[in-house]
């Protein structure tokens, strides 16, 4: 290579390459998939997680970065300050903003010397203005970087059971349908995928069949792939218009035409998830309700919490104070957790104190479930005893030693718990010859009353199920927000908290085999994968509880 070349490709490479990316003041074009969040790459969370602005492509991407932020504060992940958020989709009059509209506000806001991150649906590089926009930035000499995203093109077909190649059937063809077409380019094509064909579907089909292509062959469209609003109607060419006005088919919606159709009967695996589309009330703790959404998420629901306990201080700190100086001078020999909200407390009342878990250093450790040991080892610590039967407190008590004078040196335990916690534990311990100091840790106190859409929901059933975790979240529940309908599915932890849905006039049709909230969504998962089964072998429509009739179900007399 002489000299001269290679100055000339030095001139032509864009500064931004030069400029390492990864500090402040670069701008990140990054996909965001065809709509799951989940489908989002481990950089594009990065990135969004550290953005100092953040520029959206439609109003959804503000949303997705609060679900990408709220997922990082579970799992205790430092956060940096909320980003801006500036609409790069939209203009002030409502309107979409031309390719050299939205290039403008991308190229202003990079000029802030800012983390920069443009969402870009799909992937920024196909079928995207991110060629556009990134020029425009390279052209004011401004570092840059590309994030790919999952492109619809691939990711609803995928989420729909339709592969778009096999080994019969190699060739594949995507087609834009927003411009005039030459269709006879894909007269031997196998499998074409349509992009924006919604509304000319019809003549597109007509077209189709009059270049050769047999009426008969399999057409499948599916509208928001990927999200839990997903629905697909497969049909052929010649009846596929008749179809889609029928199936009220809206934008945006992908259209795949082939044989490759058919494989959808026996590969659809999303849209066949036991609760797919089902909207599940999860009336808990804003801070216990993480798992079990995440869980409904994964059998195709739709969780929507509603706080129904808050959990506050006590009202007389003293009883803790002293409680915690007797277990540092050594006053107890065990320490029992009946639930993570308790270990909590103590460790907040360390942190007041300036004390870490050396202060537990001789001190058995009690845990009532997995849940609250796991609580335990975040501290560093090692619950000593875990209910190797039922996770309660009389499976706690079942497995609890009884008081041995020469084992054990002080006959003393510390139960920090809530204020509403049974006595059955603490009588138990009494029975086995030990002294109990229970301590109010915590209070739980009814949260209040969610907004009036969610309550309308609530009361008229739009809501497919709820899950029950305790008996205080069906007495609160009820007492902010009115019973669930009839036709609402009620699933609920345990026995106790069983009786108390039905003494407020609830029948449970769903009941843990063990109190273990995972435990809980898979035996609802359960039913709803038992109640499509059945709607199958009759021969009927799947439907989802909101769909039936309010005589569908019952409430006890």
Not at 153 to 175: F, M, N, Q, S, W
Not at 231 to 244: C, G, K, N, P
Request: glycine fraction near 8%; proline fraction near 7%; include cysteine.
């Amino acid at each position: 290579m002489t000299r001269a070349t290679t100055a000339k490709k030095a001139a032509s490479t864009p500064a931004a390459a030069q400029v390492h990316p990864g500090g402040s003041g670069f701008t990140a074009f990054v996909g965001t998939g065809p709509g799951d969040p989940d489908l989002l790459t481990v950089r594009a969370v990065r990135l969004i997680e550290d953005a100092d602005v953040v520029i959206t492509e439609d109003p959804g991407h503000a949303d997705l970065v609060a679900v990408v932020r709220a997922r990082a504060a579970q799992v205790g992940e430092e956060q940096a300050p909320a980003p801006e958020i500036v609409d790069g989709g939209f203009g002030e009059d409502g309107q979409p903003l031309t390719h050299a509209a939205r290039a403008k506000v991308v190229v202003k806001q990079a000029k802030r010397g800012l983390r920069v991150v443009r969402l870009l649906g799909g992937d920024p590089f196909l079928y995207a203005s991110g060629p556009e926009e990134a020029q425009a930035v390279a052209k004011a000499g401004l570092a840059f970087e590309v994030v790919p995203g999952v492109s619809s093109v691939g990711a609803v077909p995928a989420y729909a059971g339709i592969p778009l190649t096999t080994k019969d059937h190699r060739e594949v063809a995507v087609v834009t349908c927003g411009d005039k077409v030459d269709w006879t380019r894909y007269a031997d094509t196998p499998t074409l995928v349509l992009l924006s064909a919604v509304g000319q579907i019809g003549d597109i089909a007509k077209q189709l069949i009059a270049i050769g292509r047999s009426p008969r062959t399999p057409v499948a469209m599916t509208r928001v792939g990927t999200t839990t609003e997903q629905e697909t109607i497969t049909s052929t060419l010649e009846h596929i218009a008749a179809d889609a006005r029928a199936a009220r088919i809206a934008p945006p919606a992908i259209t795949v035409i082939g044989a490759v159709v058919d494989l959808r009967e026996k590969l659809s695996w999303f849209e066949t998830k036991p609760l797919f589309g089902w909207r599940v009330l999860v009336p808990r703790t804003k801070e216990q309700s993480a798992s079990l959404s995440n869980r409904i998420r994964e059998f195709g629901g739709v969780p929507e919490e509603v706080p129904t306990i808050s959990v506050e201080p006590p009202r007389n700190p003293q009883q803790m104070d002293k409680a915690v100086r007797g277990l540092v001078e050594g006053r107890y020999e065990w320490i029992a957790f009946t639930s993570v909200n308790a270990v909590k407390a103590v460790r907040e009342k360390f942190e007041e104190y300036g004390l870490d878990a050396r202060a537990f250093s001789g001190l058995k450790i009690a845990a009532v479930g997995e849940k609250t040991a796991q609580a335990i080892a975040d501290w560093g610590l090692r619950a000593d005893l875990v209910p190797s039967g039922e996770q309660s407190a009389a499976g706690l008590l079942e497995d609890w030693p009884e008081y041995d004078e020469q084992l054990d040196p002080i006959n003393r335990v510390f139960l920090p718990r809530a204020d509403i916690a049974t006595e059955n534990l603490v009588a138990g311990l009494i029975d086995l010859g030990w002294e109990c100091d229970d301590v109010t840790a915590y209070r739980t106190v009814r949260a209040a009353p969610p907004p009036a859409p969610t309550r309308d929901a609530i009361k008229t059933g739009k809501f497919d199920a709820v899950v029950f975790t305790s008996s205080s979240t069906v007495r609160n529940l009820v007492g902010i927000a009115g019973k669930p309908h009839p036709s609402t599915i009620i699933a609920v932890i345990g026995p106790a908290t069983a009786k108390t849905a039905e003494e407020h006039g609830l029948r449970v049709d769903v009941l843990a085999p063990k109190p273990d909230v995972e435990l809980l969504v898979e035996a609802l998962a359960g039913f709803g994968a038992s109640r499509r089964a059945a709607m199958l072998e009759a021969g009927e429509p799947v439907t989802k509880p909101s769909d039936r009739k309010p005589s569908a179900r019952r409430r006890k007399a």
